[in-house]
């Protein structure tokens, strides 16, 4: 039997330049869950969809804001919980709601998943996943020492939080994600990268103040439950070498070493395409058959065409 993990990108759902509003967010589900519903209409196979949360969990966290005078604050890993229900629920409706126009009868399932970290990981010594809104140099410091951030200027644009952004190393649902795998269900997991927790003194899992690369916490949940197919929808059609240049090449085609090369010259950016080809690497050297990285609109043409960049061993 086929299996897919379907990786949605949060910028694939409010898409840059827009407002983001729910309307709109439901608009882009839409699409996307057609494409995965003429994916399920072709086979019955085992799926999980997994989605970014940058501009949804920014949000919640300027709600947290502008609010903190009347209503406790949320910490980060709640707010990461958050965005997995909110969106999980939005995909989980749509994509049943495309489903049954077609006669596909399948339940849909969204789990919220807990991801395990190292308190000892390198990251938290060193916070770089820019999250939430810009501020003036003023006011990010003045937020740093009220509510203990830190803080760095983006890009010239202003300045803002910065959280830590630690390497998955186990999902804790896996099991009962395998479960409703086995029992004909599409499950959709590891939201924003999945809510970051870590073990305590007494073994105990407690949430941190830190947000997971989605990417990474796909893959890694991919290769535990045996998928064979990772799709990274994202911005752009196809992976392109020097994006930015004049001299930008769409490619059609990497192999494993071909983008571990690629990776290592720097073609794609940390910020940007570069946890994704990470994931990619990851999945295919722990055993995966193959990664499809594409934008919403071209998944199934992806899958059974000549649309997006296939990376094979």
């Known amino acids: ?84 229900g909110s969106m999980g629920y939005m995909l989980q409706q749509t994509l049943c709601n495309e489903m049954a126009r077609h006669s596909i009868q399948r339940d849909v399932v969204s789990i919220i998943t807990q991801v395990e970290v190292s308190p000892n990981d390198p990251a938290f010594q060193n916070p770089a996943k820019y999250i939430g809104r810009f501020y003036t140099k003023e006011e990010a410091q003045r937020l740093a020492r009220e509510r203990g951030w830190t803080v760095r200027q983006d890009a010239n644009r202003g300045w803002r939080r910065v959280a830590a952004s630690p390497r998955p190393l186990r999902v804790v649902e896996t099991g009962a994600i395998r479960a409703l795998l086995d029992a004909g269900a599409i499950v959709i997991a590891a939201g924003g990268g999945g809510i970051p927790v870590m073990r305590n003194d007494k073994n105990e899992l407690v949430g941190v103040e830190a947000v ?11 290769s535990a439950l045996g998928l064979k197919n990772l799709v990274i929808i994202t911005g752009e059609e196809k992976v392109c070498l020097d994006f930015t240049k004049p001299t930008k090449r769409a490619l059609d085609r990497m192999t494993l070493q071909e983008a ?54």
């Open 1 to 84: 039997m086929e299996s897919f993990m379907f990786a949605i990108g949060g910028n694939a759902l409010s898409i840059e330049g827009e407002e983001g509003n729910l309307a709109q967010q439901y608009a882009h589900a839409r699409e996307t869950m057609r494409e995965l519903t003429r994916v399920f209409m072709e086979h019955h196979c085992r799926a999980v969809i997994s989605h970014g949360n940058g501009p949804q969990v920014g949000n919640i966290l300027l709600r947290c804001e502008l609010s903190s005078s009347v209503v406790c604050p949320q910490p980060l890993d709640v707010c990461v919980g958050d965005s997995e």
């Open 260 to 313: 571990a090369d690629y990776l290592a010259q720097g073609h794609f950016p940390a910020g940007s395409m570069g946890p994704k080809i990470e994931a990619a690497i990851n999945f295919l050297r722990a055993g995966g058959g193959s990664v499809i990285l594409t934008c919403p609109g071209k998944v199934y043409d992806a899958i059974y065409g000549d649309a997006g960049t296939k990376i094979l061993k």
């Open 212 to 222: 997971i690369d989605k990417d990474l916490a796909s893959a890694l949940l991919a």
